[in-house]
């Protein structure tokens, strides 16, 4: 089968459309060649426009753990949509959810629902300067917090795929507060840190970095973090958009155990509908409205589908789950390796958890500044080789796999011997 239905929804779409998507990443501008308009997903494959059928190493950038349509998630949505799509109003199901976060994730003692992860961050980071008094953020080159001015520097993801440094109608005011330090040097944030600790509110990071590549943090860097935090007096806010329930059921924070003021969740945590939430300590969270000075709102926060189909998700997970996740992680990330090595191709597969990169370089990366020299040409070679042969990757170098428990192992080899094919050309 051809791409021309997808060739002709793009079109359509670019004439309504800025860029002809509703984020940029999903244009494949920085892999060229035609974005695949999807038409349903499967259990662990998507079905595109045309009738092609990929193997999905993507699940909607880290939502989906068990794949497409799992079938409790499914029923969740459909009986809540049943009783009402929006209330404005409190729900039992808000409180249901309130109490799993607060029972998996080990900062959290109350939470806040929103409808995004940018919203989360956003929100997290004004709660950290009003809870503080202090204005100044310190933030890592590289990792991507959603795109609200402030958290819009030197990010991650899109921005770095697309090769943008901030981004235009950002002011140099909004900017202005905004620390940037490299990731993993602890020299740098300790003068960071030195320089404006008496109006430092927050210290904020991905744990586990994956929106430049996969650039897991050095051994004891998270806590050396906690003590920087606790020493000037400023917020340590983990932004576990993707690692939260991803690497382990308590996220980042649990692997590693450090505990930060304030968590950042998404992706997981709505089962795959538009859900965010943002909490951590109990004296800290009550400065919010209504309990609180700062403030924030949302009509849609809490919306009674999305609960329901988050609720329903956080409920299967259990450590057969993480088990699953973590075979299947592995035998992937080793027959990729054990590919790019017999086929003499300069390739690292990282790993951390349950997530995996794919950089085209000599060396792991420990920053952003590796991952930006990588060769991201070969990567866009590399991602189109494997979409020829029904295998589904981000269309970016600087994103990451997500596996699911969908996956089989025959599928997880199927993809292994595609990437051997590719990686012979390469």
């Known amino acids: 089968m051809g791409t021309q239905t997808s060739q002709r929804l793009f079109d359509r779409a670019r004439t309504v459309i800025p860029g002809g998507v509703n984020s940029p990443v999903r244009a494949f501008d920085s892999v060229g060649g035609v974005p695949r308009f999807i038409a349903a997903g499967e259990g662990a494959e998507l079905v595109d426009a045309d009738g092609n059928r990929y193997l999905d190493l993507v699940n909607s950038w880290g939502p989906l753990l068990f794949g497409h349509v799992r079938d409790e998630v499914r029923r969740a949505a459909v009986d809540a949509i049943g009783r009402g799509s929006s209330f404005g109003a409190p729900t039992e199901g808000e409180v249901a959810l309130a109490e799993a976060i607060v029972d998996a994730v080990p900062s959290v003692e109350k939470v806040r629902l929103v409808n995004s992860g940018t919203e989360a961050g956003m929100s997290a980071i004004r709660l950290a300067r009003g809870a503080t008094g202090r204005s100044k953020l310190l933030k890592f080159v590289g990792h991507y917090h959603g795109h609200s001015d402030a958290l819009l520097v030197a990010a991650g993801s899109g921005v770095a795929t697309l090769g943008i440094p901030g981004s235009p109608g950002v002011t140099d005011g909004a900017a202005a507060d905004t620390v940037l330090v490299p990731w993993n040097d602890r020299e740098a944030v300790a003068a960071a840190v030195a320089a404006h600790g008496d109006d430092l509110a927050a210290i904020l990071c991905e744990p586990v970095p994956a929106n430049m590549n996969l650039v897991p943090p050095a051994e004891g860097f998270l806590a050396f973090l906690r003590e ?4 000037s007096g400023a917020v340590l806010v983990f932004d576990e958009v993707i690692s939260g329930f991803r690497v382990a059921r308590g996220g980042a924070q649990e692997l590693h155990g450090v505990t930060p003021d304030i968590t950042v969740l998404g992706k997981v945590v709505g089962g795959g509908f ?16 209504p309990a609180g000075p700062v403030y924030q709102a949302g009509t849609l926060s809490g919306n009674p589908v999305a609960v329901a189909a988050g609720l329903a998700q956080l409920r299967l997970l259990d450590d057969a789950v993480y088990a699953r996740l973590d075979e299947v992680t592995t035998r992937l990330v080793d027959g990729l390796r054990k590919a790019f090595a017999e086929a003499g191709v300069g390739a690292q597969v990282t790993r951390h958890a349950t997530l995996a990169g794919v950089l085209f370089a000599d060396t792991s990366p420990t920053r952003y500044e590796d991952v930006a020299a990588a060769d991201h040409a070969r990567y866009a070679r590399f991602f189109h080789g494997m979409l020829d042969r029904g295998i589904y990757l981000a269309p970016s170098g600087y994103e990451v796999l997500f596996t699911s428990t969908a996956l089989t192992d025959a599928d997880v080899d199927r993809a292994v011997a595609a990437a051997a094919e590719v990686a012979a050309a390469l």
């Open 228 to 231: 920087q935090a606790d020493a």
């Open 274 to 289: 538009p859900l965010a939430a943002f909490g951590g300590r109990a004296d800290v969270m009550d400065h919010l409205a």
